[in-house]
């Protein structure tokens, strides 16, 4: 066998071992996105039905994860909530990336003046304590879920254009750049389609920790009541609703805490199954 037949073997061999961990993430996170599509389809009960004749109840063969105070199912919210919870931080963490993408390119394709007004922004929101400018903001505007995700975009994007201005201050040098340079090819396209497709894997890994991080930050703003509105089925909400539920029916808590938790770290392991699949092709080109 060649050294080169080896190399290729070597670098081909990891993606033809299934990884359980990975399976396991994916399909987890497909059924998540599934419930956040169909969630009120395939619950057995509306959402929003309350029975005070039954009240607060514990789990059983006709609830499975029992009733809250007002005598709604806990399992037809959690899984209806599911839209609330995942909609919200998958449209942060695009607009985020787009937003900080744009940005982050053109600090550090272009240089001067044009860096210095980008990362003097940069630097003036990560001053800035996100959580609290949050609070206020939904609080005084009557605690819109958009507005807070309006706002979560503004304040997390300067993450991704610092960590995509790096990586392109060290593509930009690179050969291939001045050969496209030296042909005509412009400026748009360069970024676009030449520099970005380098840093995509850290602009996605990226991603997956804002998506991971903002639906933590959503859930903790409808803890607070800024979030959705109140009877919504939404994780967060739902957690509220529920501690003072804690030693009767801890599930009516335990259960939308767990999801939240779930979530956020399946989308990390897979954003970081994607950095790796990327920066892997990436070296075997």
Request: hydrophobic content about 55%; charged content about 10%.
């Amino acid at each position: 066998m060649s050294a080169r037949t080896e190399v290729i073997s070597l670098l081909e061999a990891p993606r033809t071992r299934p990884n359980v961990l990975v399976v396991v993430t994916l399909t987890i996170l497909g059924l998540i996105v599934l419930l956040a599509v169909f969630g009120r389809l395939v619950s057995p009960y509306d959402p929003m039905q309350q029975d005070l004749g039954l009240g607060l109840s514990t789990p059983s063969s006709e609830h499975w994860l029992g009733t809250d105070a007002l005598g709604r199912d806990i399992l037809s919210r959690i899984l209806a909530g599911t839209a609330s919870a995942v909609v919200g931080p998958f449209v942060i963490a695009l607009g985020a990336m787009v937003l900080g993408n744009i940005l982050g390119l053109l600090a550090g394709y272009r240089g001067g003046r044009i860096d210095s007004i980008i990362m003097r922004w940069v630097d003036l929101t990560f001053s800035l304590p996100g959580t609290l400018v949050v609070i206020v903001v939904a609080g005084t505007f009557g605690g819109s879920y958009w507005l807070a995700v309006v706002l979560l975009i503004i304040l997390v994007a300067p993450g991704d254009a610092r960590i995509i201005r790096g990586a392109t201050l060290e593509q930009a040098p690179r050969p291939y750049v001045e050969a496209a340079k030296s042909i005509g090819v412009s400026e748009p396209r360069i970024l676009l389609t030449h520099i970005w497709p380098n840093v995509a894997p850290a602009a996605i890994a990226n991603a997956s920790i804002n998506f991971a991080g903002s639906l933590v930050a959503l859930a903790g703003l409808s803890f607070l009541g800024l979030g959705v509105a109140a009877g919504t089925p939404d994780w967060g909400l739902m957690v509220a609703e529920g501690r003072s539920l804690l030693f009767v029916n801890p599930v009516a808590v335990l259960a939308p805490a767990a999801m939240i938790v779930l979530t956020a770290t399946t989308v990390s392991i897979a954003g970081d199954w994607v950095y790796e699949r990327l920066s892997s092709r990436g070296v075997s080109r």
